[in-house]
């Protein structure tokens, strides 16, 4: 059972388009992460977010955490070819401070 | 500075075979990972280790062991390799949360196909 469903699973936009993908479990999460991975690589961080209604800009994405610390959201002003890739949610569990990821997203921008 | 190094990067196995997949970090973390990546299902934590000495598992830990003997290595052995188990593999690690940065740093991953 995957603990963190993102949404859309799939995106394919144009360049100039903005978008968001949608991080949401029924857990409570202490911090939660965002990453892009490229193929054949690994998961890169990109952001931290730790307060509950915490928000976090990283030039044209901006990344949220929900209130309730159960859910999180990326959005993407003026999408570039650059920004394809697969991004990841990861959530920190409070008990027992795993870290778990999301189902992905992956995103492709044509110029 | 090598960060997280992960061998082989590559490997194919039969069905029973057993293998064990390598990792290594020059960071000094306490935390490391593993995790396997399929189509549509993102990263799930197989096990992990919060120092050396200490394991526990994860989401999907069945058919794989682990142990730490140092800080560096957390090695993943998969005792009789299942067609299910072909994924590509990820070992990470990090500092303690709330020590620092909270930012862990992954392997470029092994790519495992049992047939």
């Known amino acids: 059972t995957q603990l963190l469903e993102q949404s859309p699973q799939f995106l394919s936009i144009q360049e100039g388009e903005n978008l968001t993908v949608y991080c949401n479990s029924s857990?409570?999460?202490?911090?939660l992460q965002w990453y892009r991975q490229e193929p054949g690589e690994g998961p890169v961080l990109l952001v931290t977010?730790?307060?509950?209604?915490e928000v976090k800009k990283l030039k044209r994405l901006t990344f949220q955490f929900g209130d309730a610390r159960k859910d999180s959201s990326l959005h993407i002003t003026a999408a570039q070819p650059g920004d394809t890739g697969l991004y990841l949610c990861?959530?920190?569990?409070?008990?027992?401070?795993?870290?778990?990821f999301g189902t992905g997203t992956r995103l492709q921008v044509f110029p | 500075n090598a960060g997280v190094t992960q061998t082989p990067k590559f490997q194919v196995l039969k069905t029973g075979q057993s293998m064990t997949l390598q990792c290594a970090q020059d960071?000094?973390?306490?935390?490391m990972s593993w995790y396997r990546q399929d189509p549509g299902m993102g990263l799930r934590l197989i096990h992990y280790?919060?120092?050396?000495?200490?394991?526990d598992q994860g989401e999907v830990p069945n058919g794989y062991n682990v142990s730490r003997s140092t800080t560096e290595d957390f090695p993943l052995r998969l005792l009789s390799a299942a067609p299910s188990q072909t994924s590509v593999y990820f070992c990470?690690?990090?500092?303690?949360?709330?020590?620092?940065?909270?930012?862990?740093?992954f392997g470029a991953g092994t790519r495992l196909s049992v047939l």
């Open positions: 990470a690690s990090s500092y303690r949360p709330g020590q620092g940065k909270n930012i862990q740093y």
């Open positions: 857990s409570v999460f202490s911090s």
């Open positions: 977010v730790v307060t509950g209604g």
């Open positions: 990861a959530g920190r569990t409070y008990n027992t401070d795993k870290l778990i």
């Open positions: 960071m000094n973390h306490e935390y």
């Open positions: 280790s919060v120092g050396a000495g200490i394991t």
